[in-house]
């Protein structure tokens, strides 16, 4: 099925051959512009464009155009992320390749030094060690690094469950007025009994 800026079923090559014109002559094109090109009159030009709807016709030549532009740039996309990723693959691949011979070349230095009754070199062993789980972190695609997160937190209790607890272990002062809060059990104080606390049994 033709486009519908292309050669319509019933339009005649000379109708086309001046749309065709029109169409190319881009932000400039005019029917007078065609008339002289043809040398056909302007109220033919007219006609043709009415009957065959040039005006839709070109937009619907620009929709086009811009949907094969999108479509090129998403398949260039599309080429250069396989192309990065199969480029990652094979550093990565690399990468555990020599941790893997890194961790080798460690345990064969300390089965040398053990067998030879000598103490290891720590030290260097740990950095190898170190640089070879770098690396298959990275091959992994795993954090480089892995940062502690400290959460405090922090326990609000009533003012006045705090006077009931200062009372029931003998601390008879009370917090300052501005510390209690207005509108909680009426600002009064409920006596609390301490209750032994009861083994669970195993």
Do not use: C
């Not at 001046?18 to 002289?36: C, H, N």
């Not at 619907?60 to 949907?67: G, P, V, Y």
């Not at 199969?86 to 690399?94: G, L, S, V």
């Not at 091959?139 to 029931?168: C, H, L, Q």
């Amino acid at each position: 099925m033709n486009q519908f800026f292309e050669q319509q079923p019933r339009e005649s090559a000379k109708a086309f051959a001046a749309f065709k014109a029109y169409l190319d002559m881009g932000a400039e094109r005019s029917l007078e512009a065609v008339a002289q090109k043809f040398t056909k009159s302007s109220r033919l030009l007219k006609r043709w464009s009415v009957k065959y709807d040039w005006q839709a016709r070109v937009k619907a030549h620009a929709a086009h155009l811009s949907e094969v532009e999108r479509k090129a740039i998403e398949r260039v996309a599309v080429e250069k992320a396989v192309e990065w990723q199969q480029t990652h693959e094979a550093i990565r691949r690399t990468a555990w390749r020599e941790a893997e011979e890194t961790i080798a070349m460690v345990r064969e230095a300390r089965a040398q030094w053990l067998a030879k009754g000598r103490t290891p070199g720590w030290e260097g062993m740990a950095r190898m060690l170190e640089l070879a789980f770098k690396l298959k972190q990275f091959a992994a695609g795993m954090p480089s690094e892995i940062k502690e997160v400290n959460t405090n937190i922090t326990a609000t209790i009533d003012v006045d469950w705090e006077i009931a607890i200062r009372k029931a272990y003998g601390v008879v002062e009370a917090p300052p007025a501005n510390q209690i809060e207005p509108g909680k059990n009426g600002g009064t104080v409920v006596d609390a009994e301490v209750v032994p606390a009861v083994e669970a049994k195993p």
